[in-house]
C-alpha cells in the first residue's frame, strides 16, 4: 500500500534523521527508537551503509516506517525503494527527482527553502513539504510568512532545531511534524547507548503543546 507522507506527521511529533555508519548499528538503533514510540525512521542517505541500513531495518521491523533521506537523484529514489524504502526525503526539489518518485510510487517529502521551489513543489502536486535548512532559512518566521501566500501548503521543519526550540515551529498552524537529528546523537550511536535513545525519543511526545 502506497504511503501518503503526510500521514507521516499522525505518528508523532518528530521525525528523526538518522545517520548510521555501521549496519550492525541499524536495527538496534530503530528498536530502540520505536521503544521510545517513534515510529517513522529517516535514514540519510549520507554514509556508504545507508541502502544496507534501511534494508536490514525494513526487513527486521516491519512495523517501523523506514525512508530515505538525501535522495538526489532517480538513481537514488529506486535505490531507497529496492532496499525496503516507505517514504524518501530530499533536501531540495528538482522535476526530475519527483518524477522518478511518482514513477516507482515512492512517497517524497521535498525540501524547499523559498517561494520559488514551494510553488515549483505545489505545480508537482506537492503540498506537504520539508523547509530545510529551517533554522538558517529563516525559522519560525519565514515560516510564517510562507503561510500568507501558501495558506494550503504544510511543513516539516528540518535543519538545526532542537528540543528547545521544536516546540516554537510545532506550535505554528502550517507545521505538522519537525525533523531532529538529536534523537540520535552520533556520540549514543558508538557507544551503543540505547537506553539514551529510547529516552530521547520518549521526550518528543511532550513537544507539541
Same mark, same amino acid.
Given at each position: 500500500m502506497? $504511503?501518503?507522507?503526510?500521514? %507521516? +506527521? #499522525?505518528?508523532?511529533? &518528530?521525525?528523526? *534523521?538518522?545517520?548510521?555508519?555501521? =549496519?550492525?548499528?541499524?536495527?538496534? $538503533?530503530?528498536?530502540?527508537? %520505536? +521503544? #521510545?514510540?517513534?515510529? &517513522?525512521?529517516? *535514514?540519510?542517505?549520507?554514509?556508504? =551503509?545507508?541502502?544496507?541500513?534501511?534494508?536490514?531495518?525494513?526487513?527486521?521491523?516491519?512495523?517501523?516506517? &523506514?525512508?530515505?533521506?538525501?535522495?538526489?537523484?532517480?538513481?537514488?529514489?529506486?535505490?531507497?525503494?529496492?532496499?525496503?524504502?516507505?517514504?524518501?526525503?530530499?533536501?531540495?526539489?528538482?522535476?526530475?527527482?519527483?518524477?522518478a518518485?511518482?514513477?516507482?510510487?515512492l512517497?517524497?517529502?521535498?525540501?524547499?527553502?523559498?517561494?520559488?521551489?514551494?510553488?515549483?513543489?505545489?505545480?508537482?502536486?506537492?503540498?506537504?513539504?520539508?523547509?530545510?535548512?529551517?533554522?538558517?532559512?529563516?525559522?519560525?518566521?519565514?515560516?510564517k510568512?510562507?503561510?500568507?501566500?501558501?495558506?494550503?501548503?504544510?511543513?516539516?521543519?528540518?535543519?538545526?532545531?532542537?528540543?528547545?526550540?521544536?516546540?516554537?515551529?510545532?506550535?505554528?498552524?502550517?507545521?505538522?511534524?519537525?525533523?531532529?537529528?538529536?534523537?540520535?546523537?552520533?556520540?549514543?550511536?558508538?557507544?551503543?547507548?540505547?537506553?539514551?535513545?529510547?529516552?530521547?525519543?520518549?521526550?518528543?511526545?511532550?513537544?507539541?503543546?
Open positions: 502506497t $504511503l501518503d507522507t503526510l500521514s %507521516l +506527521a #499522525g505518528h508523532g511529533p &518528530v521525525i528523526p *534523521v538518522i545517520v548510521l555508519q555501521r =549496519v550492525q548499528d541499524a536495527v538496534p $538503533l530503530a528498536e530502540a527508537l %520505536l +521503544a #521510545g514510540g517513534v515510529k &517513522v525512521l529517516e *535514514v540519510t542517505m549520507r554514509t556508504p =551503509v545507508a541502502l544496507q541500513c534501511i534494508e536490514a531495518i525494513a526487513k527486521a521491523l516491519p512495523e517501523a516506517l &523506514v525512508g530515505a533521506g538525501t535522495i538526489r537523484s532517480a538513481a537514488d529514489a529506486q535505490a531507497a525503494l529496492d532496499a525496503g524504502s516507505r517514504f524518501a526525503v530530499s533536501p531540495g526539489y528538482t522535476a526530475e527527482v519527483g518524477a518518485c511518482r514513477r516507482i510510487g512517497p517524497l517529502l521535498p525540501g524547499v527553502a523559498t517561494a520559488s521551489e514551494v510553488m515549483a513543489a505545489n505545480a508537482d502536486g506537492l503540498n506537504f513539504l520539508k523547509f530545510f535548512p529551517a533554522v538558517q532559512a529563516g525559522g519560525v518566521a519565514m515560516l510568512a510562507l503561510g500568507g501566500p501558501f495558506p494550503d501548503v504544510v511543513f516539516c521543519p528540518t535543519g538545526g532545531l532542537t528540543p528547545e526550540t521544536a516546540p516554537q515551529f510545532l506550535a505554528l498552524p502550517n507545521v505538522k511534524v519537525c525533523g531532529g537529528s538529536w534523537l540520535t546523537p552520533a556520540d549514543a550511536v558508538a557507544a551503543g547507548d540505547w537506553g539514551c535513545i529510547t529516552a530521547l525519543a520518549r521526550a518528543t511526545h511532550a513537544l507539541r503543546g
